[in-house]
């Protein structure tokens, strides 16, 4: 709804709220997948995707925040090219995703102290995220499996 009030009545503080909002909804569905994920010591077949679902949500809800963060301080992430620029979602989805997977292949750069505060939670986000919900997906799959024989 404020993406399109905004295109109707643009005003600046519209995409801040509206990013802001977009992802605390991604946290949230991120946060209740994982402890759905947790709640119990079996490993279904709807667990495995949530892990993969949970994943995304956590993605998509830091490149909004990251959105967010570059229209209240613009300049906050640079690149090779435009640098002074304002990133756009599709920039920041890449950062995010490169972050969150450990990967940090990105040429997207946090500038800005707050900026790189994120980021580097982003980063601890990632790491905790395959330390405890995968792999105590595999470690029950694992187990699951070994009771079966």
Known sequence: MLFVLEAV????????????????????????????????????????????????????????????????????????????????WMELMFLSIAVLSGVGLSDILPVTPFARAVVMLEAFTGVMYLALVVSRLVALTMLAAKERK
Not at 18 to 39: N, R
């Open 9 to 88: 009545s643009p005003h600046p503080a519209l995409p801040v709220a509206a990013a802001a909002l977009e992802a605390a909804f991604y946290f949230y569905a991120a946060g209740s997948l994982t402890a759905y994920m947790m709640q119990d010591w079996v490993a279904t077949t709807d667990e495995l995707f949530a892990a993969g679902a949970t994943f995304t949500l956590l993605v998509w809800g830091f490149a909004y925040t990251y959105v967010a963060f570059e229209a209240v301080a613009p300049g906050s992430f640079s690149a090779p090219i435009d640098p002074g620029g304002q990133r756009t």
